[in-house]
C-alpha cells in the first residue's frame, strides 16, 4: 500500500454537473499531482500542487481546478463536466526532494 | 509528434523469454526517467528509475540514452506475474524547481505459459 487514499473510488454523474474528488497523500509528502486516464491511455497530467500552491498545469481548461489544504490532502473539482472527462482520474504524491511518486488507486467517473 | 510514445502491443511472449520496451521522448531538457508497472484496472506503480548508467533490478534492466532520446527496459525470464502495462515516465523542469511528468501510453505485455 502506497498510503495514498482516493475518494470515492467510483462516481456516476450526468453532462453539465460539478464533481469533488479528494486525495489523502501519504505521511511526510507535501506534493500532490493529478492525472486522467483513459481507457487504453496513460495518465495525463492535469496539475500539482506543493505546499498548497498550483505548481505545474498539463493542458487541461481551467474548468478543471483544485485545492492543496494544510495538511497536503487535495481536491480536484471538474466544473460543466462533458461525457469525454468520464475517465480514472488518479492522485500521486511525493516529497519535495524526490520526483517519484506513490499513486492512489484512483477514482473512476462516468459522465451520463 | 507526442512528447512520450510507445508501442502498445501487445507483446505476446511465453514463460522464460526476454522481452525489450523502448519509449522515445521528444524534449532534450528533460531531467528523470521512470518505469512504472500498471495492472489492469489498479493505479500504477514504480518499477525503477532510469540513469544514463544503466541500472538494474533482479531481472529488470533499465537504460537511458540521451544522444538518441529514449530508455528502454529489458525483462529477463519472463514469468506469468510480470504481464501488465508498462508506462514510461519522462520528467522535465518547470519554474520554482518543480516538474511537468509526461507518461507514455503504455506498453501490454501478456506471458503465457
Known amino acids: 500500500e502506497t498510503g495514498v487514499t482516493q475518494s470515492p473510488t467510483h462516481l456516476i454523474k450526468t453532462r453539465g454537473q460539478q464533481v469533488t474528488l479528494r486525495c489523502s497523500s501519504q505521511?511526510?509528502?507535501?506534493?500532490v499531482s493529478w492525472y486522467q486516464q483513459a481507457l487504453g491511455q496513460g495518465p495525463q497530467f492535469i496539475f500539482q500542487?506543493?505546499?498548497?500552491?498550483?505548481?505545474g498545469r498539463g493542458n487541461f481548461p481551467p474548468r478543471f481546478s483544485g485545492l492543496q489544504f494544510p495538511n497536503y490532502s487535495s481536491e480536484l473539482n471538474v466544473n460543466a463536466l462533458e461525457l469525454d472527462d468520464s475517465a480514472l482520474y488518479l492522485c500521486?504524491?511525493?516529497?519535495?526532494?524526490?520526483?517519484?511518486?506513490?499513486f492512489g488507486a484512483g477514482t473512476r467517473l462516468s459522465v451520463l | 509528434r507526442k512528447e512520450v510514445e510507445q508501442d502498445p502491443g501487445p507483446f505476446n511472449v511465453p514463460e522464460g523469454a526476454t522481452v525489450a520496451f523502448n519509449c522515445t521522448y521528444s524534449?532534450?531538457?528533460?531531467?528523470?526517467f521512470f518505469w512504472y508497472r500498471q495492472d489492469c484496472r489498479k493505479e500504477p506503480k514504480l518499477l525503477m528509475s532510469?540513469?544514463?548508467s544503466g541500472n538494474e533490478d533482479g531481472r529488470f534492466t533499465a537504460q537511458l540514452n540521451r544522444a538518441s532520446q529514449y530508455i528502454s527496459l529489458l525483462i529477463r525470464d519472463s514469468k506469468l506475474s510480470d504481464s501488465a502495462t508498462y508506462l514510461c515516465?519522462?520528467?522535465?523542469?518547470?519554474?520554482?524547481?518543480?516538474?511537468?511528468?509526461?507518461f507514455g501510453r503504455g506498453t501490454s505485455l501478456i506471458v503465457h505459459p
Open positions: 500521486a504524491s511525493s516529497s519535495g526532494t524526490s520526483n517519484i511518486q506513490y
Open positions: 505521511s511526510g509528502h507535501n506534493t
Open positions: 500542487y506543493y505546499r498548497e500552491e498550483e505548481n
Open positions: 524534449n532534450s531538457a528533460s531531467q528523470s
Open positions: 532510469v540513469y544514463s
Open positions: 515516465v519522462v520528467n522535465k523542469g518547470a519554474s520554482g524547481g518543480s516538474y511537468i511528468p509526461t
